[in-house]
């Protein structure tokens, strides 16, 4: 048996011993984390594509607890991301100028959507933020909705979380199911992607309609 004669021929041969699935997780993991966290402060990256995308590798990976560590991954991702895009809007509404942050939730709300957020926010509370986030294009109206009636962070939270959690799970189930339909995953990507954004493309084809 020989041992390794530099630091480059056991760094070598410890890779060599991890299994390409766990190298594709530490990698993979952290960039989905990241950019969820992302689309989540900035409206514009389509982060359900981005979830059953992953969920359809996730799929077809023989590594195990693949969906329940995407399913927290996304879910805490999402999370993090409304709620700093929420304090960064209450922090808007207390300053004399207002911010950015805040112009960029109003512009993103049209009035007529804020006031459909509004009457539902009055009527039903906190059950509107959990399907805010599965009706496309209705986070941020129910966001600014909550911003205007002067709710707190914690409460906002709350309504928050469940609503993440089923946001990510639903995502997933498309890549999943999306990943069952094709034995190769990149069709499977290619599948989940083009539902995802023909789903988000929903209320804009309607007011079109209209």
Sequence with gaps: MRWPSSAAELAGAATST???????????????????????????????????SAAVVAFHRTAPFSLALLFLTASLAA??????????????????????????????????????????????????????RLVPAGRIPVMLACLLAEWPLRRFSRGNLPACLAWALTYQVIGILGGSL?????????????????????????????
């Excluded at 929420?86 to 207002?98: A, E, F, K, P, V």
């Excluded at 959507?113 to 059950?127: C, D, I, P, S, Y």
């Excluded at 094709?182 to 209209?210: H, M, Y």
């Design 18 to 52: 991890v299994p390409p699935e766990v190298t594709q997780q530490a990698l993979g993991y952290p960039s989905l984390f990241l950019l969820v966290l992302i689309g989540a402060l900035v409206p514009v990256v389509p982060t359900g594509a981005l979830v059953s």
């Design 182 to 210: 094709f034995p190769e995953p990149w069709e499977g990507v290619v599948a989940a992607i083009a539902l995802t954004l023909g789903i988000s493309a929903v209320p804009t084809l309607v007011r079109r309609a209209r």
């Design 79 to 132: 999370f993090l991301g409304d709620a700093a895009l929420y304090w960064l809007g209450r922090r808007g509404l207390r300053s004399r100028n207002g911010s950015r942050w805040l112009e960029a939730i109003r512009s993103r709300a049209p009035e007529e959507r804020l006031a459909q957020a509004q009457g539902k926010l009055t009527e039903h509370g906190v059950a509107v933020l959990v399907l805010s």
